[in-house]
């Protein structure tokens, strides 16, 4: 008889399996939420400090009161960010990264510095995607 324990014929359980590219991970549900344009934008933002809701709304040009909203209740979910109410008349509230949140959008900075150094590239691909169908 073996000391060794048995192992499940089945593979492991699917809680411990982490694929993105797998439709039931909770990699990927995160993934796609980190990964919409105002979630990517508040990321960078907060990485940026913490924000009342209304700096980090004139930070993000474009964004709705209410988009905004629900990207920072989906953030807050993903445990990607804080929602912090400070006792103060009128009452505030302040948003900031934790850890986790904090290590997304570091990588997300990244991304975006690269993207910012490659404006003209893209910018030169996109007049030539231009004069080619035009």
Same mark, same amino acid.
């Not at 593979?11 to 809680?15: I, M, N, R, S, W």
């Not at 924000?51 to 700096?55: D, E, G, P, T």
């Given at each position: 008889m073996s000391d060794m324990p048995a192992q499940d014929p089945a593979? &492991?359980?699917? %809680?411990f399996v982490s694929d993105v +590219?797998?439709?039931g991970?909770?990699?990927?549900?995160a993934f796609e939420?980190?990964?919409s344009k105002w979630a990517s934008l508040a990321l960078l933002a907060l990485g940026e400090g913490r924000?009342? +809701?209304?700096?980090l709304r004139r930070r993000i040009d474009g964004v709705s009161e209410r988009m905004l909203s629900q990207t920072l209740q989906t953030l807050e979910r993903d445990g990607?960010? $804080?929602? %912090?109410?400070? $006792?103060?008349? &009128?009452?505030?509230? %302040?948003?900031s990264l934790t850890?986790?949140?904090?290590r997304v959008a570091e990588q997300l900075r990244g991304l975006a510095d690269l993207l910012e150094a490659s404006v003209p %590239?893209?910018?030169t691909a996109r007049d030539s995607r231009e004069r080619d169908q035009g």
């Open positions: 593979g &492991p359980t699917q %809680e +590219f797998a439709r991970c909770t990699s990927r549900a939420d980190v990964t924000y009342r +809701f209304n700096a990607m960010l $804080t929602r %912090e109410v400070l $006792t103060a008349i &009128p009452p505030r509230v %302040e948003y850890p986790l949140g904090a %590239e893209l910018q």
